[in-house]
């Protein structure tokens, strides 16, 4: 049965309403071998509609969701990095201090493959 981090690759971008129904069902999501799904689909939705206010919604939902399961997540770590850096770059204060918060609790959780991006834009 899919979850809702399989049917993300339907939306076509995150608005409020797509945000607050991702929001709200992601706690019924099988976490661990689900986060694969909801990475790549963030990864392309911070491109699409009001690119910052997507880009806001994707790292809300990526913290939410990824934070639960450090250890499976890990696993994208390419996908991981293209997605904070991203959002380093946007050159905004809300997703530069999102994108420190990713990048240490990532190394609260013992995962440092973002130190390096940390030190690079802080």
């Not at 690119?51 to 399961?69: G, P, R, T």
């Not at 696993?75 to 809300?94: L, R, S």
Request: net charge neutral; proline share 1%; glycine share 4%.
């Amino acid at each position: 049965m899919p979850t809702i981090f399989y049917l993300i690759k339907y939306v076509e971008e995150l608005d409020e309403g797509t945000f607050g129904l991702i929001m709200k069902t992601s706690k019924f999501a099988r976490q661990g071998r689900d986060l694969d799904e909801l990475i790549k689909n963030l990864n392309r939705l911070k491109l699409r509609g009001d690119v910052l206010q997507s880009s806001i919604y994707a790292c809300e939902l990526f913290m939410e969701s990824i934070f639960q399961d450090f250890y499976y997540a890990s696993i994208m770590q390419k996908e991981i990095i293209e997605f904070t850096e991203y959002m380093y770059q946007q050159n905004n204060k809300k997703l530069y201090n999102y994108s420190n918060r990713i990048c240490n609790e990532f190394a609260k959780n013992g995962q440092y493959f973002l130190r390096d991006l940390y030190e690079k834009y802080n």
